[in-house]
Every structure is written in structure tokens, then in C-alpha cells.
């Protein structure tokens, strides 16, 4: 409720700034439609838009380790495994808990030991066993909108130029700007949120895998090559540093999330044994090379 309610807030002050009441109530419309929306949206439809293929539940290391987490875990379904062909470091659950799936691209497999792989599987499954997935995927579709409104407010503005040299009325300028600006806003509204959602699927994830030190590293590894929030104010697509709709954030602060799961090695307090994980090389999983895998953004709203 408060990530839809700051939703139509922030959209709708600049709506009515821009097109007055008739905006407004099509921005309320919005919100109202992504809320409807977000539960019936299959994994395979997010999939597609980040052209993941899905890796066969044979006998690999990463599909024996999403067999075993799954069954620790305790959940309704196994999930499918997908990889995203790009070469960013991200990972996230999509779909239904009766059809659930996650996502890991081509980077996580080429930059992360077996050992962070399998912490950051766990940490999917965690937000897939805590009934994430319906915020997560409401989460999504406002951001892809919203990229969306960015674009118009850019429009928009290169319109208002026309008219002010023109000698035309423009529009409300402020509200271009926070039309322009809303993504990023948005942004750190949902990580905020996020907070105690991800706190609670590091602690599960260091609890099925026995082994919170290697989640720590992963989150290290990820915040290192992530970067600052600033950056998502970069012209010409605020927020588009983002590789959405990954939930493994710097969001609570990746210090204060490392910390935890330090303590918890310290204190013991994982019950489950530790997975016996033997590292093996692991060749591309998509037969594409660097170039190809270039992070880059794409059309609606996607940077991967």
C-alpha cells in the first residue's frame, strides 16, 4: 500500500501539473491497473523480456543446487531456472508461488565462486518462500512505467522549447521536471521498502545454506560493481544503473547487511549444515562472448 500510495503521489502531482484533473485521474487509473495486473504476470513473460533461456533441471551444479536449496526451503514448486545473456551482476524471482522461477545472469556465473552463487539462489528463494513476489512484481511494472514517463517528459519538454520560441503557453515546467525525476524518486522509495523484506531473505539464505559468509562476499562483490544512487540521476534515463527488477540492492546499505551475516557466522546461528559445494570451472552457459553480453539499455525501460 505505501509503495502504491508514493506511486500516485509522485505520478500524480506531476500529471496534474502537466494535463490538470484529466491527468491525474489517468495516472489513478495507472496505478490502479499495475496493482490488478502484477500477480497475474507469468515468469515466463518477465523472462522473455530479458531474452532469459532456461536452463534443463539436469544434473549441473546449478540446477543440483536449486534442487537441494528448494527442498530446504520447503516450497510448493522447484523453481525454474533461467540466465540472462548479460554480463551484469544480478539475480531475481518472478512469478507465482505455484509457478515461481529465478533468474541469474551470464556475470553472477562468471564472476561469483559456486559458493556465492549458491547464496544468492537462497536469497531468491527466501523472497519466493516470505510471498515476495507479488510486491517484487508490482515493484517492476511501476519502474518500467515510469521509464516510460521519463521518456514523455523529455518529449514534453522539447515541446515546451517549441512553444516558448514560438510564443505559445508552455507547460508547467516543474512538472516536467518531476515527471522527468520521478523514476529515480521511485527508485528509493521501493528500496526503502525493501528493507526488512531483504534482511529476512538474508537470514533464510544464510540458514538453508549453512553458510552466511558466502552470501556476505556475493553482496560485496555486487555493491562494488553496482556503484551510488547518484549515478541513477545520469541523463538521459534517471534510474537506468538499476538492472531492474533485481531485489539483491545496495538497499538497506550492504555494510549494515554484511555486518548481520557476519554476526550470524560468528554467533552460529544457521541451523542447517553447511552444503558440501566442490568449485568446478564452468564454461558460458549462453555461448556468447563479451561484446555480445554488453550491458546496454534496452527499450522498455531495461538495462541489462
Given amino acids: 500500500m505505501a509503495l502504491l500510495a508514493s506511486l500516485g503521489l509522485a505520478s500524480g502531482l506531476s500529471a496534474y501539473l502537466v494535463a490538470g484533473l484529466a491527468g491525474t485521474l489517468a495516472i489513478a487509473a495507472l496505478v490502479v491497473a499495475m496493482a490488478l495486473a502484477a500477480p497475474m504476470i507469468p515468469a515466463e513473460t518477465?523472462?522473455?523480456?530479458?531474452?532469459?533461456?532456461?536452463?534443463?533441471?539436469?544434473?549441473?551444479q546449478l540446477?543440483?543446487?536449486?534442487?537441494?536449496?528448494?527442498w530446504r526451503a520447503g516450497l510448493v514448486k522447484r523453481p525454474d531456472l533461467y540466465l540472462i545473456p548479460s554480463l551484469t551482476l544480478n539475480a531475481f524471482a518472478a512469478g507465482t508461488p505455484t509457478r515461481p522461477a529465478i533468474a541469474i545472469s551470464e556475470g553472477m556465473v562468471r564472476q561469483l565462486s559456486l559458493r556465492e552463487l549458491a547464496a544468492v539462489l537462497a536469497h531468491e528463494m527466501g523472497h519466493i518462500r516470505n510471498?515476495?513476489?507479488?510486491?517484487?512484481?508490482?515493484?517492476?511494472i511501476a519502474t518500467r512505467v515510469l521509464h516510460l514517463l521519463s521518456c514523455l517528459a523529455l518529449c514534453l519538454a522539447a515541446y515546451n522549447a517549441f512553444l516558448w520560441m514560438t510564443g505559445g503557453t508552455p507547460l508547467s515546467w516543474t512538472g516536467i521536471a518531476l515527471l522527468y525525476l520521478t523514476p529515480a524518486a521511485m527508485n528509493l522509495i521501493q528500496l526503502a521498502l525493501s528493507r526488512s523484506r531483504e534482511y529476512e531473505a538474508d537470514r533464510l539464505a544464510a540458514t538453508l545454506t549453512g553458510d552466511p559468509p558466502a552470501?556476505?562476499?556475493?553482496?560485496?562483490?555486487?555493491d562494488r560493481y553496482t556503484g551510488r544512487f547518484w549515478e541513477d540521476l545520469t541523463p538521459p534515463f534517471p534510474a537506468r544503473r538499476v538492472p531492474q527488477p533485481?531485489?539483491?540492492?545496495?538497499h538497506p546499505p550492504a555494510e549494515k547487511r554484511v555486518a548481520r551475516l557476519r554476526l550470524a557466522a560468528a554467533?552460529?546461528?544457521?541451523a542447517a549444515e553447511p552444503l558440501i559445494i566442490v568449485e568446478r570451472p564452468m564454461m558460458s552457459l549462453v555461448g556468447m562472448g563479451p561484446a555480445t553480453l554488453r550491458p546496454r539499455y534496452r527499450w522498455p525501460g531495461l538495462w541489462y
Fill in 46 to 60: 518477465m523472462m522473455r523480456l530479458y531474452s532469459a533461456q532456461q536452463l534443463p533441471p539436469d544434473d549441473s
Fill in 63 to 70: 540446477s543440483s543446487l536449486v534442487d537441494v536449496l528448494a
Fill in 131 to 140: 510471498g515476495d513476489l507479488w510486491i517484487m512484481s508490482l515493484a517492476d
Fill in 215 to 222: 552470501l556476505a562476499s556475493a553482496l560485496e562483490r555486487v
Fill in 246 to 250: 533485481s531485489m539483491l540492492r545496495t
Fill in 267 to 270: 554467533n552460529r546461528s544457521p
